[in-house]
């Protein structure tokens, strides 16, 4: 979770889009090392460093973003993928009988071990706790290294997904209850795509739930009535896409249709590259790197992807590398 500081204001006398040499990141950290990168990933591959040690539960999801990672900089040789879907299998949750099956429980990937041999107040062990994002993390991690979905009970999944929708569209993302907002609408709509089953949703009502979400400047909040988000944003809009609700490179079509205000989406994605170059995620919050992604991946499904200043936000993006290792590299602990 990034913790929110308030933004400086540049000088009202400088231009806010120049910089000065000794404001200028270090010419070392606008290259991209992607070797230093690479061996970052392979040691997250490897092992769990302390500082995510607390993060345990979520062991599904950092090993997305390890393998997806290494995936986009063309180093997934650097992991042994039969061992990863292997691991990745073994966190499937499945029903002891077919009586199970309609007891609403949701029958998916679990996040970590710990959450899928839990135990309740007198001991016993419960084996279900079966998320949605750890869902959508272990389906993308098994297409990345080229398992094939075919092989799962993709059926299994499709039909207990339905017992985390909700009347208004939303979804929980377990079935003991939780939070719904536009995240847990995104992972639902990626699973439905990846496994080509959308038996699982009722896509009406959540179409008509993520337009309740687009606010008043043309952004999403994460749910109905609440602020402009630029992660809510990305998972109205791709969800949309994924459920052919809005067209691929919306803008260039000259006669295209869509339930969502397109022109003042678009306004609110370009109005949050910050004079820095990078993205923020509100109006009047510093930049962070995930929006350059949340935002930026808005841009490109519309098609607006090229009306950014693409150099500024490739600088802001490589000043933002470490100059160290962590502690973890250097030390082996």
């Keep these: 979770m990034t913790t929110y500081t308030t933004a400086a204001s540049p000088p009202p006398d400088r231009d806010p889009s120049s910089s000065s040499d000794e404001e200028s990141p270090p010419s070392s950290s606008l290259t991209f090392d992607k070797e230093r990168h690479v061996a970052f990933l392979e040691m997250m591959y490897h092992m769990l460093p302390y500082h995510y040690q607390s993060q345990e539960i979520n062991h599904l999801t950092l090993a997305y973003f390890v393998i997806s990672g290494l995936d986009i900089l063309g180093s997934l040789d650097r992991v042994d993928k039969d061992a990863v879907a292997a691991w990745v299998l073994s966190l499937q949750s499945n029903p002891e009988d077919k009586a199970e099956l309609n007891g609403g429980q949701f029958y998916g990937f679990c996040g970590s071990r710990s959450s899928q041999f839990s135990s309740d107040n007198d001991g016993i062990l419960i084996h279900n706790h079966s998320h949605l994002a750890s869902t959508y993390c272990a389906l993308s991690i098994l297409k990345t290294v080229g398992y094939n979905l075919s092989s799962i009970d993709s059926k299994l999944i499709s039909m207990s997904i339905r017992n985390l929708q909700q009347p208004d569209g939303s979804f929980l993302p377990i079935h003991i209850g939780a939070e719904t907002d536009l995240r847990f609408i995104y992972c639902a709509a990626a699973i439905c795509f990846m496994l080509e089953d959308w038996s699982g949703m009722d896509r009406e009502k959540t179409k008509d739930y993520i337009f309740k979400c687009q606010s008043y400047d043309g952004g999403f909040g994460m749910i109905p009535g609440s602020e402009s988000h630029g992660g809510g944003t990305y998972c109205a809009v791709a969800s949309l896409s994924l459920m052919g609700c809005i067209e691929d490179d919306v803008l260039s079509k000259s006669a295209a249709s869509s339930i969502i205000d397109i022109p003042l989406l678009l306004e609110w994605c370009l109005q949050r590259q910050a004079a820095d170059g990078g993205f923020q ?40 590398q470490s100059e160290v290792f962590p502690d973890t590299l250097k030390n082996g602990n």
């Design 281 to 320: 995620g509100r109006a009047n919050k510093p930049s962070d790197t995930c929006y350059a992604f949340w935002v930026g991946a808005v841009l490109r499904i519309l098609g607006g992807s090229k009306l950014i200043d693409g150099t500024a936000l490739r600088r802001f993006l490589l000043s933002c």
